[in-house]
């Protein structure tokens, strides 16, 4: 399978270039930026012309862009303003968020990318079907912009009541809006579990989010180094591979300095991965 890592294991640094060099060296030939504020902020126009010129010149490419959950810097800290969610069922506020999205889109226009990802809700929120209908609106209008640059919108299972994989697959039902999946094996984890929600998902992946978790919490564990992981891999594996020629194995990690140089953890766990069997022979 191919290789791919977000960067969301240095979400909190301001993305750089010597740190895509970086994942360049480590021999991964796709990258997902994670979009927020600290770390590309999309309202700055000289970091996207810098990514621009790095990226013309490099072989590594841009597979995704993660959407913002933010509009601050500090995850939402500054208070429940700076969510950014397309449930938002009041539309004056809903408008304001779907511009901040569009505008994180439009690194699309110095780096072309393939796939967005987007989020419907937040984390444990319950489902309503006016969220459903405000999710719909907000999409509706976003697939538009992001097609005229190329960019397709995938839509994440996350844990909470709207975005199961089976809630999803539903959305898509009611909405008939033709849209992929990526699948995170971590929010699999914590909602139905890995295989069940592949199972449902698998013909809508187009790329994924690979980390670990026990169960209760969203941690975005490093797979097989970093202990309290609880999915069980060699399983995992078997079902990723199924349709590998869909989407990338893509790492979604936390920061986490007891790893050491994240991009040899990084390396590890890809060789880790690969080396796993189907779990019946």
């Not at 609880?230 to 078997?238: C, D, E, V």
């Amino acid at each position: 399978m191919q290789h791919a890592l977000s960067t969301h294991f240095i979400v909190n640094h301001r993305l750089t270039t010597s740190w895509l060099d970086r994942i360049w060296d480590a021999g991964i030939p796709l990258v997902e930026i994670f979009c927020a504020r600290q770390h590309l902020d999309y309202e700055n126009q000289q970091q996207f012309q810098e990514l621009g010129h790095w990226f013309r010149d490099s072989p590594l490419k841009l597979h995704a862009l993660h959407a913002p959950m933010y509009s601050d810097d500090c995850w939402g800290r500054t208070g429940p303003n700076a969510t950014i969610t397309i449930t938002e069922t009041v539309k004056s506020k809903r408008v304001v968020m779907v511009d901040q999205i569009k505008r994180a889109i439009e690194l699309a226009e110095y780096v072309p990318f393939r796939y967005l990802i987007q989020h419907i809700g937040v984390l444990n929120e319950p489902w309503n079907m006016s969220k459903v209908d405000a999710a719909f609106n907000a999409l509706d209008e976003l697939r538009v912009f992001a097609k005229q640059r190329g960019v397709e919108i995938l839509l994440e299972n996350i844990p909470n009541e709207l975005s199961s994989a089976e809630r999803l697959v539903h959305f898509l039902g009611v909405t008939h809006l033709d849209l992929g999946f990526c699948f995170d094996t971590g929010h699999a984890n914590l909602n139905e579990g890995v295989e069940a929600a592949f199972d449902v998902m698998k013909n809508r992946i187009r790329s994924t989010h690979v980390h670990d978790n026990d169960g209760k919490a969203d941690a975005h564990l490093f797979p097989y180094l970093k202990e309290g992981g609880t999915i069980g891999w060699r399983k995992a594996m078997q079902h990723l591979r199924s349709r590998g020629d869909q989407y990338p194995l893509l790492l979604e990690l936390k920061e986490d300095a007891s790893m050491g140089p994240p991009l040899e953890a990084v390396k590890r766990i890809f060789e880790r991965l690969e080396a796993e069997r189907d779990y019946d022979r």
